[in-house]
Nanobody, 123 residues
Framework: QLQLVESGGGLVQPGGSLRLSCAAS????????IGWFRQAPGKEREGPLC????????YYRDSVKGRFTISRDNAKNTVYLQMNSLKPEDTAVYYC????????????????WGQGTQVTVSI
């Protein structure tokens, strides 16, 4: 069974950068669609912020387009989220998720989820 573990969160100043990692075990990510979500305090989960398909194509939500980049290293069975130009409103727990690639949107209901990593953007 696929298991996902996020890392790389932390405290960063506005305008700064962070790179989150999502390491998978139990299955290979190569044939999955992999996405990143977030949940800010007191708010509903937002996302997918972006996702990467098994064919290499990517999708980005407008709120992160041009600032966030999703990438995958199939050899390491790991997905990354490079976050630049961070804003205080990016503060949230970030989750990676992976699901079967049906070629339509992101399979939220059938995805496996990580436990999340906290990102705080503040002076």
């Amino acid at each position: 069974q696929l298991q996902l573990v996020e890392s790389g969160g932390g405290l960063v100043q506005p305008g700064g950068s962070l790179r989150l990692s999502c390491a998978a075990s139990g299955d290979t990510l190569e044939y999955f669609v992999i996405g990143w979500f977030r949940q800010a305090p007191g708010k509903e989960r937002e996302g997918p912020l972006c996702f990467s398909r098994s064919d290499g194509s990517t999708y980005y939500r407008d709120s992160v387009k041009g600032r966030f980049t999703i990438s995958r290293d199939n050899a390491k069975n790991t997905v990354y989220l490079q976050m630049n130009s961070l804003k205080p409103e990016d503060t949230a727990v970030y989750y990676c998720a992976a699901g079967p690639d049906y070629g339509l949107g992101f399979p939220v209901d059938s995805a496996s989820w990580g436990q999340g990593t906290q990102v705080t953007v503040s002076i």
